[in-house]
């Protein structure tokens, strides 16, 4: 217990790092904390830069690590990690602000939090998620610092068998997103598993449902797809009713959150917390299913489950508390095994290799400084985003009243820019664009594109670990239901399906009666 | 108030059965399985060491058709939202302007590819005004190449490749 | 004689702006290195980190951008394509100029015909890795275990193309293993499982090997290297250890075809300096990379590499039926 303090201490330190600096004027010696200042101005950029529709947090951490090459080991890393919370928070609100999400943990976010900010009710929304996040990211951190080891080696525990039984887990809860026609909703997922398996296949190299496109060989990146069917489908319609968009982006309440709103969000907020920190340490991007399954259990458990979709507070709080504990957790991998979860945590590998320092098993005990520095700015800033997030609320509000005629034109561009630079390829652009065509077809043949996405980056991760059991276990089925975890995930997943089913079928014979 | 949902519109009146919304859905369902079962026809269902990689595409495609029949015949046999138009100008004007911005700026560049864009988008709009839209336009465009070539370093072009990077 | 130093002066005007065309006064702009590949991965690091030095020693700016996509060739073919005028580059690595060909047939570029080689960057041997909980203690008692369990070995690797796959296929090959393959979607995941046990194991860039190996999470057997690496100077080279198998991942420079001999030599000699310089090596070699020395240097160094080891990865990349396409 001490132990854990005096190397939080440790970590605490290394961030209050001071340089001392010549000031130019006076020729004092000016002690700069260094390790603050990078952390803090890694939040505001990933924030501002993050809000930008189009521009993810990948995109985002992509483009600013080049900055962070001419600077110290710990502070460029402090940095990085700061642009990667404050892109993740600048993404979630722009999937409340504009419906646009930027990264499939956004996606369930933009669900009620768009409905709120459609309300009036934006202040709120953003405010409840920055406060969420803070309270996720504090556990989270505390959690990382104390247990972060002996978790690892529990996630280690984590075949491709049982990790397939996950994903059939979170595609049933999928079904809980749907806001209208269940039997469309799984449709769209469905869909969003096949638009999944376009590229390369990984077993073979054969690539399919390409149609000879080199662009899509690698798979179809989230954004386009994100960009495409949510971002200009969504802005075609709202062309379409013009009265829906002015009228009620005019009417603001209150910034804040009220008591009412908080109590309600409090235990959705400890619940994400718990399931985000648990799904962000399994390797290969667990952490995608935290606000999902979030979403799914409040909407379980709520007295008013209707209210969902329709700007539910604990539909904003416990995903977007997942999502930051997730995004917290998803470090551990990466300081304590050397190996990187996800993408984003690939690109901090690419920027520690690049600063000389190999991360690896012994990082904690050879770089103690930057495994607890680390851990102690990201509580740091969580304390940032909040700091800098609460007041840009105010600035967010005044730009929605920017007239649409005005802001869809801004959007469409910063979107056409956000996914040009992610492989500087034009066809990305272009891809968009067909997707954008694509979502107003799925509008207006009354489907909803979120069980889609949901689709598409669960359905990747289930085929790819199915196919590596099977590799594993030489084409033996009997090896998801032999592998214990996998097993019991299936298990539940047949429950969930016979549960959910029951009430449908009654409930479905009596609205057919009742229309 | 609340966006009018595609999912919920329309009230008593205004449903038909027939060829409805419900009826479209599922023949789009239907076509799109029909392509996506065409363009995976050469791969394998197995391989020796389980499933191949036609198995995922195949499967999810035949899924989508059954779906898409129940909702053909939903839509025959049951009342439901009507068939909703679509307009020409939204999809034309803003998917047209990604589609200029993507073929220029790698050519011209963000220069002239960014107001572009902004300006073929603002035309989906009927309430679009030209002095109002242009100098926007150009501000916009101005404000994203120094975001993003000056702060953020980005290897996006700016100006057209006559001129230089 | 005013006249004419005027006239002098108009013509030594006018030879300055064409000697950019001329390669004289190159680089006058800043140069884009295209890497095929994803930000942070190895061959960005090598690339940034000579393109760095580069940049001091040409006094001009060197830009990477990374274009990824299909393996890397989506970027190559960028670089083929594009304008020899010296301000187009690209790092390609095995996987893009040698293993392409025989993955892709309808790759749109040719490694040994369609660049101009300027230079190989550095070599990273492949380490022969298992999981930590295999009784063997040496590459013969690797193999034996290997050979004695062949119905239930399991081999891992980052995907079809990629340097674990290619160097995998040769490696079984040559020893006669017929492993279950199981795909991951890059070297993380594939890591991750082997430390956890659930593969047996991996023929592998020394870069992302050596921290566990270091770390005792997995163990190496051997170094597919003519020589032992600074990083792991206890894993013995394959052939102290009874088996001839060298297999290097290398990154290597290269333009469009047509560069013009003195911007060629331009660049050569910043490539040259970078290499030799103190820091670089020294960071080389916790990359657990060697530069190349002596001929291996230089296009034509390059060169005969491509073509060498297009050569050798063809037939069996063939031969064991993987194709991207």
Request: proline share 6%; glycine share 12%.
């Amino acid at each position: 217990m001490f132990d854990l303090v005096d190397k939080l201490a440790l970590g605490f330190r290394t961030c209050w790092d001071v340089v001392w600096v010549v000031e130019p004027l006076t020729g004092a010696h000016v002690p700069v904390p260094i390790n603050l200042l990078l952390c803090f101005l890694g939040c505001l950029i990933g924030t501002l830069i993050g809000v930008l529709p189009g521009v993810g947090p990948i995109a985002t951490i992509a483009m600013l690590l080049p900055i962070t090459y001419s600077l110290p080991p710990v502070g460029a890393l402090i940095m990085l990690a700061g642009i990667y919370y404050g892109a993740q928070y600048g993404g979630s609100t722009t999937a409340i602000l504009v419906n646009i999400p930027g990264e499939a943990t956004a996606v369930v976010t933009a669900l009620d939090g768009h409905q709120m900010a459609l309300q009036g009710r934006a202040g709120t929304a953003l405010a409840i998620a920055a406060i969420g996040s803070f309270f996720a990211g504090t556990v989270a951190t505390l959690v990382i610092a104390a247990l972060g080891q002996p978790m690892q080696k529990l996630a280690l525990l984590f075949g491709p068998a049982d990790y397939f039984g996950l994903m059939v887990l979170g595609l049933m809860l999928a079904v809980v997103l749907a806001r209208g026609s269940v039997p469309k909703a799984i449709a769209m997922i469905i869909v969003g598993v096949l638009l999944s398996t376009i590229g390369t296949d990984l077993e073979t190299g054969e690539e399919r449902l390409t149609f000879g496109w080199s662009e899509v060989s690698d798979g179809i990146d989230f954004a386009v797809v994100a960009m495409g069917i949510f971002g200009f489908a969504e802005v075609l319609r709202n062309l379409e009713h013009p009265e829906a968009r002015e009228v009620v982006r005019g009417r603001i309440s209150g910034l804040l959150p009220t008591r009412e709103e908080l109590r309600q969000s409090a235990a959705p907020v400890l619940r994400g917390t718990v399931i985000g920190t648990i799904l962000g340490i399994l390797p290969g991007n667990g952490a995608v299913l935290g606000p999902f399954a979030s979403y799914s259990l409040e909407k379980r458990l709520a007295a008013d489950p209707s209210r969902f979709g329709k700007g539910a507070i604990e539909g904003v709080a416990g995903p977007e508390s997942a999502n930051n504990a997730g995004a917290q957790s998803a470090f551990i991998p990466l300081l304590t095994l050397g190996i990187p979860p996800n993408a984003v945590m690939a690109l901090m590998l690419g920027a520690m290799t690049i600063k000389n320092i190999i991360p690896g098993p012994d990082v904690i005990t050879k770089n103690p400084d930057l495994f607890w520095g680390m851990i102690a700015s990201m509580w740091i800033g969580n304390v940032m985003l909040l700091v800098i997030n609460l007041p840009l609320i105010g600035v967010w509000i005044r730009l929605l009243k920017v007239p649409y005629r005005l802001l869809f034109p801004a959007i469409i561009l910063f979107c056409c820019i956000g996914i040009y630079s992610i492989n500087n390829n034009p066809m990305d652009v272009y891809l968009t664009a067909g997707f954008g065509l694509f979502g107003y077809a799925l509008i207006k043949f009354g489907f909803e594109a979120t069980p889609l996405l949901l689709g598409f980056v669960l359905g990747r991760l289930m085929e790819e670990k199915m196919r590596q059991a099977l590799q594993m276990s030489r084409g033996n089925f009997m090896t998801f239901l032999t592998e214990p975890l996998s097993a019991t995930l299936l298990g539940f997943a047949v429950i969930l399906v016979i549960i959910a089913s029951l009430p449908t079928m009654r409930r479905g014979r009596h609205a057919a009666f009742a229309d | 108030m609340e966006k009018p949902d595609a999912v919920s519109s329309g009230d008593r009146a205004k449903r038909v059965r027939g060829l409805n919304q419900d009826f479209g859905a599922g023949v789009f369902l239907i076509l799109l399985a029909a392509i996506a079962y065409l363009a995976a026809a050469d791969l394998r269902l197995t391989l020796p060491s389980g499933l191949g990689p036609g198995t995922m595409p195949k499967a999810t495609a035949a899924l989508i058709a059954v779906f898409g029949l129940f909702f053909v015949i939903q839509g025959l046999t049951t009342l439901g939202a009507r068939l909703e138009s679509w307009s020409l100008r939204g999809p034309i004007f803003l998917l047209g302007a990604v589609v200029v911005f993507g073929a220029t700026v790698r050519t011209l560049g963000l220069a002239v590819a960014g107001p572009a864009a902004v300006l073929i988008a603002s035309l989906a709009d009927r309430g679009t005004r030209l002095r109002e839209i242009l100098p926007f336009a150009v501000l916009l465009a101005a404000g994203c190449i120094l975001l993003f070539r000056y702060a953020l370093r980005q290897p996006i072009p700016v100006a057209p490749f006559w001129l230089g990077y | 004689m005013f006249v004419s130093r005027s006239l002098a002066g108009f013509l030594a005007g006018i030879i300055c702006l064409v000697s950019p065309a001329l390669g004289q006064g190159y680089p006058t702009k800043p140069i884009t290195v295209i890497v095929p590949f994803a930000a942070g991965g190895p061959t960005d690091v090598v690339a940034r980190l000579i393109g760095d030095h580069m940049g001091r020693t040409l006094g001009q700016q060197i830009i990477v951008e990374n274009v990824g996509g299909a393996g890397g060739t989506t970027g190559m073919t960028r670089v083929a394509q594009a304008a020899p005028d010296g301000y187009t580059l690209g790092v390609g690595n095995m996987g893009t100029q040698s293993a392409a060909p025989a993955l892709y047939p309808n790759l749109k570029y040719d490694p040994a015909t369609s660049f101009t080689q300027i230079s190989l960057l550095n070599f990273t041997p492949q380490t022969i890795v298992s999981r930590k909980d295999i009784p063997a203690t040496d590459l013969k008692g690797l193999l034996a275990y290997l050979k004695a369990n062949e119905s239930k070995i399991t081999y891992g690797h980052a995907g079809v193309g990629s340097i674990s796959h290619v160097a995998g296929t040769v490696f079984n090959a040559q020893v006669g293993l017929k492993p279950a393959l199981v795909a991951y979607r890059g070297t993380g995941p594939a890591l991750q499982d082997i430390v956890a046990g659930k593969i047996d194991y991996m023929v592998d860039q020394s870069l992302n090997v050596i921290p566990q190996i270091r770390a005792g999470t997995i163990k190496a057997y051997a170094v597919a290297a003519p020589e032992r690496l600074k990083s792991l100077p206890d894993v013995p080279t394959a052939r102290e250890a009874g088996l001839d198998f060298i297999f290097s991942a290398w990154n290597a420079m290269v333009g469009p075809k047509g560069l013009a001999p003195d911007v060629v030599a331009k660049l050569l000699d910043a490539v040259n300096k970078a290499l030799d310089d103190q820091t670089i090596q020294a960071r080389y070699v916790d990359l657990g990379s060697t530069a190349p020395t002596g001929e291996n240097r230089g296009p034509a160094g390059l060169q005969k590499l491509v073509e060498a080891e297009v050569a050798r990865i063809t037939p069996v990349l063939k031969a064991a039926g993987a194709v991207a396409q």
